[in-house]
C-alpha cells in the first residue's frame, strides 16, 4: 500500500531556533495534509497542499509541496513552547477515499 | 458543538474479552474511520465507513468488526482481546469521502490495555 517516510523521528531545539520535518513519498500524491498532536492529545488538521509547488503559510508554520509532488515539508520559524508536539504528514491511500496514510511522524521538543 | 466523541477513555481488558469502543459525530458527517496509535508507528487505518450501511477494512483489521447503521455511530468491536491490542484507537470523521477540502476530524482517543 502506499506509504510515505517521515524524518527526523526527533527532533530537540531551543526556543527561537527552526525546526523542520519533511515526508517523501516514492509515488505521485494527489495531495498531502498535515497534522499535529500535542502530548496527550489527538491529531488537529493542520493545512492541506494541492498543487505542485504549493506553498502555504500559517503565521510562523510554512508548508510546501514539491514540484514532483513526491514529497512536503513543515518549516517552523523561531520556534516557541506551543509548537511542542509531534507532527504527521498524511496521503490518501491507492484506491481512493479518504483514507489516508500518516507518516511516522516528528516529534518536536523545546526547550526554554 | 461536541464535534467526535471517544468512550471510554481508558479501558483495561484481559486476554480473551471482548467489548465496544464507541464513537460518535454530531457534524452530519459521512466518513468515518478507526485509526490505532502505537509508539514509532504512527496511525494504521483499521477500518472505515462512506456512509450508512457501509463498512470496509483498512491496513489493520483484524482481529475488530464495526458497524455503521446510522450516520451517527461507528461503533469498534474487539471480539477477543489480544496483548498486540495494546493502543491508543482514535475515531476520526470528514464531511465526505473524498481527500479532498475534507479534513479528519478526531475524538480525544480511547487508551487501551490488554493484559
Known amino acids: 500500500g502506499q506509504q510515505v517516510m517521515q524524518i527526523p523521528q526527533y527532533q530537540h531545539v531551543q526556543e527561537g531556533e527552526d525546526f523542520t520535518t519533511y515526508c517523501n513519498s516514492s509515488?505521485?500524491?494527489?495531495?498531502i495534509q498535515w497534522y499535529k498532536q500535542r502530548p496527550g492529545g489527538h491529531p488537529v488538521f493542520l493545512i492541506q497542499?494541492?498543487?505542485?509547488?504549493e506553498v502555504k503559510k500559517q503565521k510562523r508554520l510554512t508548508f510546501q509541496f514539491g514540484e514532483a509532488k513526491k514529497n512536503s515539508s513543515l518549516h517552523i520559524t523561531a520556534t516557541q513552547t506551543t509548537d511542542v508536539g509531534t507532527y504527521f504528514c498524511a496521503v490518501p491511500i491507492t484506491g481512493g477515499g479518504n483514507k489516508l496514510t500518516f507518516g511516522t511522524g516528528t516529534q518536536l521538543k523545546v526547550e526554554l | 458543538n461536541a464535534g467526535v466523541t471517544q468512550t471510554p477513555k481508558f479501558q483495561v481488558l484481559k486476554t480473551g474479552q471482548s467489548m465496544t469502543l464507541q464513537c460518535a459525530q454530531d457534524m452530519n458527517h459521512e466518513y468515518m474511520s478507526w485509526y490505532r496509535q502505537d509508539p514509532g508507528m504512527g496511525l494504521r487505518l483499521i477500518h472505515y465507513?462512506?456512509?450508512?450501511?457501509?463498512?470496509d477494512q483498512g491496513e489493520v483489521p483484524n482481529g475488530y468488526n464495526v458497524s455503521r447503521s446510522t450516520t451517527e455511530d461507528f461503533p469498534l468491536r474487539l471480539l477477543s482481546a489480544a496483548p498486540s491490542q495494546t493502543s491508543v484507537y482514535f475515531c476520526?470523521?470528514?464531511?465526505?469521502?473524498?481527500?479532498?477540502?475534507?479534513?479528519?476530524?478526531f475524538g480525544n482517543g480511547t487508551r487501551l490495555t490488554v493484559t
Open positions: 497542499l494541492v498543487k505542485s509547488g
Open positions: 476520526a470523521s470528514s464531511y465526505s469521502g473524498d481527500s479532498y477540502n475534507s479534513p479528519l476530524h
Open positions: 465507513s462512506v456512509g450508512a450501511g457501509i463498512t
Open positions: 509515488t505521485t500524491l494527489s495531495n
